[in-house]
């Protein structure tokens, strides 16, 4: 089983693990925000972003290799202190189904408890298994818009948002 850890700090070969773990994801097709193809040098840049402040960047390591990760990412607004967006959530294809999400999932729950979260949202796009993943972690469907995203064949995907209260 994979180990969940959060990172404060990403040494090169993390960044390198990372990298190769957002390409991996976006080649295959998944909704991440880029379109593919993604190259290597365009994720790296992306992820000497991170981590940054008002985001909690997990982690899940199998053989001392990132082969997943997701965030939680702060609200900017004031009032919204009190929520937390589920952002990049992505496992390597090759670890897929063994319940790697799952535990970054419980994990980031957990962080955004302890920094006094009280509601927890995300989007992702419809007829993604991540769709079953989220309401089996019992996120309720908030709404659907149509036309959200552009796929890299050029046609539109809609999006799902799912909001979950922690109690
Ligand atoms: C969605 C994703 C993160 C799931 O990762 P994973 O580690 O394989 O998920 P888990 O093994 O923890 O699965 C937990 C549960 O989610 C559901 N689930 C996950 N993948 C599924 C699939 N392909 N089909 C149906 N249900 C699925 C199941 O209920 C599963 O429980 P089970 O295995 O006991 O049936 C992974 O497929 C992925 O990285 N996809 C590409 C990136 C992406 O779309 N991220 C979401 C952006 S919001």
Redo the contacts with the bound molecule.
């Keep these: 089983m994979a180990e969940i850890r959060r990172v404060d700090r990403l040494s090169s070969p993390e960044r390198d693990d990372l990298t190769a773990l957002l390409v991996a994801?976006v080649a295959?097709g998944?909704?991440?925000g880029f379109l593919a193809p993604l190259s290597r040098e365009d994720a790296e840049t992306w992820w000497r972003e991170f981590p940054r402040a008002g985001v909690a960047l997990l982690v899940a390591e199998s053989d001392d290799r990132i082969v997943?990760t997701a965030q939680l990412h702060d609200a900017e607004s004031a009032n919204g202190a009190h929520r937390g967006e589920?952002?990049?959530?992505?496992?390597?294809?090759a670890?897929?189904?063994?319940?790697?999400?799952?535990?970054?999932?419980t994990r980031l729950e957990a962080e955004a408890r302890e920094a006094g979260k009280t509601l927890l949202t995300?989007?992702?796009?419809e007829g993604?298994?991540?769709n079953?993943?989220y309401?089996?972690?019992g996120y309720e469907q908030g709404g659907r818009i149509p036309g959200w995203a552009r796929d890299a064949d050029g046609t539109f995907s809609a999006t799902i948002f799912w909001y979950k209260p922690l109690g």
């Design positions: 994801c295959e998944a909704s991440l997943g589920v952002a990049k959530l992505l496992v390597h294809p670890f897929r189904r063994q319940g790697i999400a799952r535990a970054l999932m995300l989007d992702t796009r993604d298994p991540s079953a993943l309401q089996s972690l």
